[in-house]
Structure formats: structure tokens, C-alpha cells
């Protein structure tokens, strides 16, 4: 499968941006999606992740209550809506797609990786 992410920019703090992650080659609704994140000089971190029609969601204690993910299985595309951004924010944002079920946390069970779209949230 292949993953195109898009939607990222340049916001000020406590700003919004909406991410979306279009999916090709399988089922979408065969995956669990989440996305992931990297900043300069850190590891890559999880943000959120959902079930495969939606009814399970997972998000990082960092970003509770200001990101939410979603996805639309008839438009191949999860979405990670991103509110009250902050500084810490910034990074170059990752979607995955996951064969298995439950919403991991871990990347390393993320069979499939989009190129990545920058955040970048100016203070």
C-alpha cells in the first residue's frame, strides 16, 4: 500500500492544522492507521492511532485533548486534526498503516509508511 500524507505548514502557536493521509494498493479498512512523529534530533514518537472502522482511537498523553484522529474508509484517508499547537509540535509527521489489529503504539509494528509531511509551530 502506498501513503501520501499532505497538510502540514508553518502556524503560530495555538493554531490548528489538519493532516490527511491518503491510502492506495489495498483495502483501506484492512488497516489500522496511526501516525508518528519526529522531530529534530529525537526519536520518532507515537501520536495517535485508530481501529480499522474508527471505533478505537489511541493518543499520546502529550496531545490529549488537542489532536484528534479520524478517518474516512470510503475516501481511503485518516485525518489528524491538530489543535492549540505548540512549539513542542514541531516535527516532520508520519502516517502508518498497520495489518495487524489493536491501535500499537509501537512503529515497529507499522508494516507500511508515508514520506512524512513538516509542522512547524513558531512561538
Known amino acids: 500500500v502506498q501513503l501520501q500524507a499532505s497538510g502540514g505548514g508553518l502556524v503560530q502557536a495555538g493554531g490548528s492544522l489538519r493532516l490527511s493521509c491518503t491510502a492506495s494498493?489495498?483495502?483501506?479498512?484492512?488497516?489500522?492507521m496511526g501516525w508518528f512523529r519526529q522531530a529534530p534530533g529525537k526519536e520518532r514518537e507515537f501520536v495517535a492511532a485508530?481501529?480499522?472502522?474508527?471505533?478505537?482511537?489511541s493518543n499520546a498523553d502529550s496531545v490529549k485533548g488537542r489532536f484528534t484522529i479520524s478517518r474516512d474508509n470510503a475516501k481511503n484517508t485518516v485525518f489528524l486534526q491538530m489543535n492549540s499547537l505548540k512549539p513542542e509540535d514541531t516535527a516532520v509527521y508520519y502516517c502508518a498503516a498497520r495489518t495487524g489489529s489493536g491501535t500499537s503504539r509501537n512503529g515497529y509494528e507499522y508494516d507500511y509508511w508515508g514520506q512524512g509531511t513538516q509542522v512547524t509551530v513558531s512561538s
Open positions: 494498493g489495498r483495502t483501506f479498512s484492512s488497516f489500522t
Open positions: 485508530i481501529s480499522r472502522y474508527g471505533g478505537i482511537t
